[in-house]
């Protein structure tokens, strides 16, 4: 078993480095790498040399576009000016574990734990908010039904609650009706 490091490991927050791409909660190559305590190009070298432990759902490469918003943040230069070359790979929860499986160094192992927890810790917040939603919409749902009824009673207690038109009275006594077409004298 490796010896523990001496130096105090400094644990920056993970969840601002996870992304979603394709569907998939993942992180770049560059963080994990960066987490790890190793060089990125080492990183990836370790991912290569142990490519049947990281099949297509643990590890995918970026496409130009997917890689386009991300190149201030990754530190992707230019073609020729160097620095990166590569279009970066992002690795989902269990690629993340596997990395840190290849790589064998303490770090890596100390901050495997680390950096599943951070994927865990998002899971349960999706899943929160995914409740929340469906609640959301179950209490949406009951009130149309309720909205339908309420309006449905006021039609109902409208005409009720309205002062009655006061009814057309009979004139009382003894009236004759003058007709404009008998002639007047």
Do not use: C, W
């Not at 990183?43 to 386009?68: I, Y």
């Amino acid at each position: 078993m490796p010896k523990a490091s001496k130096e105090p490991i400094v644990l920056e927050p993970v969840d601002p480095l996870l992304r979603e791409i394709r569907g998939e909660r993942v992180i770049l190559d560059s963080d994990l790498a960066r987490i790890y305590g190793v060089a990125t190009f080492r990183f990836n070298e370790a991912v290569k040399r142990n490519l049947s432990r990281f099949p297509a759902d643990f590890r995918l490469q970026l496409t130009l576009e997917e890689a386009g918003p991300l190149t201030s943040q990754i530190a992707m230069s230019k073609p020729g000016r160097g620095g990166r070359r590569t279009l970066p790979y992002a690795f989902t929860e269990h690629g993340a574990i596997m990395a840190a499986n290849v790589l064998n160094s303490p770090r890596a192992v100390e901050m495997s734990i680390y950096v599943i927890r951070a994927f865990v810790k998002i899971r349960s917040a999706l899943a929160g908010q995914q409740d929340m939603v469906k609640r959301l919409a179950e209490i949406g749902k009951t009130l149309l039904g309720h909205d339908t009824a309420l309006r449905d009673l006021y039609n109902k207690l409208r005409p009720l609650l309205l002062p009655a038109p006061e009814p057309k009275r009979r004139e009382m006594g003894f009236h004759t009706k003058t007709d404009d077409k008998a002639g007047s004298p």
